[in-house]
């Protein structure tokens, strides 16, 4: 039996944030019920494709079930209010007040069904000066202050996810071990925005004790000291060295030939350059596979910076033709 094998879960979203948590929930067992409208979800048609749909649906929505309806019909509303009624959450992606204007905000649905969690997930909330505007990842780590501390858009969506879909994830939780408590359930609001300003938690505690700006690169984790820093090895591949904590620092050190850099992990200015540098050297002496045969068996914390056919398991290409399985359409 998996964690949450009899809760009904009802999609509303589009896109990644939203159908990212729900396939979570489906994950652990829950039965995932994907509301699209005539014509399916537009994230089916959107490029590249794996057998004529979208990739990106068919990586989020695995493990649902699909039913098309049409939220501007009569026919399709009294769909949903069926529905509702008898599901356990409900989750939707729709700009503050979209809901409401078609009879299904958190006010109304709960009349049919006060066990139902009921989450918006937007991204800047359902009130404030941000809650009209449209937005995307790289709009929520921009306003989050992220964007400003990476000082390149980052290769994945982490608004999306870790600010979105995982604090989406989190709140239904609670909320189902509340209503467990109550017997009732409640509104969830899950903002990115907020989700990312989560994620800048240890940015901006250094930012109040010190009262410094943190700048790229500056910051204790992100490159400043040579114990925490990226380095290119002779075959062009990078190494990760997150030698942070003075043991393995200090083991580190002694597998390079280099214990006299253990007394300057922390050193500042041109002191700590000159360790940076030389390090630099020294890893461009060997590959990237030669520097990993040298560390086997030591508490050194490095890793080859792997790409994504490195890290995707050959397994889970075949997943994703299991996209969501229609169980009506309403409109035909």
């Given at each position: 039996m998996r964690p949450l094998d009899g809760i009904t879960v009802l999609d509303l979203t589009r896109l990644l944030p939203g159908a990212a948590a729900t396939m979570m929930l489906a994950n652990f067992g829950a039965e995932v019920i994907k509301i699209e409208e005539p014509g399916g979800d537009y994230a089916r048609h959107m490029p590249p494709f794996i057998d004529g749909e979208g990739a990106v649906f068919r990586a989020t929505n695995?493990?649902?079930?699909?039913?098309?309806l049409d939220l501007k019909s009569s026919h399709g509303k009294d769909a949903l209010r069926r529905t509702a009624a008898r599901a356990?959450?409900?989750?939707?992606?729709?700009?503050?007040?979209?809901?409401?204007?078609?009879?299904?905000?958190?006010?109304?649905?709960?009349?049919?069904?006060?066990?139902?969690?009921?989450v918006s997930l937007t991204g800047y909330g359902q009130s404030g000066p941000y809650a009209p505007m449209a937005g995307h990842d790289i709009n929520y780590i921009a306003l989050g202050g992220l964007l400003d501390?990476?000082?390149?858009?980052?290769?994945?969506?982490?608004?999306?996810?870790?600010?979105?879909?995982?604090?989406?994830?989190?709140?239904?939780?609670?909320?189902?071990?509340?209503?467990?408590?109550?017997?009732?359930?409640?509104?969830?609001?899950?903002?990115?925005?907020?989700?990312?300003?989560?994620?800048?938690?240890?940015?901006?505690?250094?930012?109040?004790?010190?009262?410094?700006?943190?700048?790229?690169?500056?910051?204790?984790?992100?490159?400043?000291?040579?114990?925490?820093?990226?380095?290119?090895?002779?075959?062009?591949?990078?190494?990760?060295?997150?030698?942070?904590?003075?043991?393995?620092?200090?083991?580190?050190?002694a597998r390079l030939g280099c214990v006299e850099f253990i007394a300057d992990q922390f050193a500042e200015g041109e002191r700590q350059t000159q360790v940076i540098e030389d390090l630099s050297k020294l890893f461009l002496t060997r590959t990237s596979k030669e520097w990993l045969n040298a560390f086997e068996g030591a508490d050194v914390c490095v890793t080859l910076v792997q790409n994504v056919r490195e890290v995707t398991p050959c397994e889970v290409i075949p997943k994703l033709s299991d996209t969501p399985g229609r169980i009506g359409n309403l409109e035909s």
């Open positions: 695995r493990g649902k079930k699909s039913l098309v356990d959450v409900l989750i939707e992606g729709f700009r503050p007040g979209e809901m409401k204007r078609l009879g299904f905000d958190y006010e109304t649905v709960r009349l049919l069904n006060e066990r139902l969690i009921y501390l990476t000082g390149a858009i980052p290769g994945a969506q982490i608004a999306d996810l870790a600010g979105g879909s995982m604090q989406a994830v989190i709140g239904i939780l609670l909320a189902l071990a509340a209503r467990h408590n109550t017997g009732r359930g409640q509104f969830v609001d899950v903002s990115m925005l907020d989700g990312v300003a989560w994620l800048m938690t240890l940015p901006l505690a250094l930012y109040a004790a010190t009262g410094e700006l943190p700048k790229p690169g500056a910051a204790m984790l992100s490159g400043r000291y040579a114990c925490y820093r990226i380095y290119r090895a002779a075959d062009g591949r990078f190494l990760a060295v997150g030698a942070l904590e003075r043991k393995f620092w200090a083991a580190l050190c």
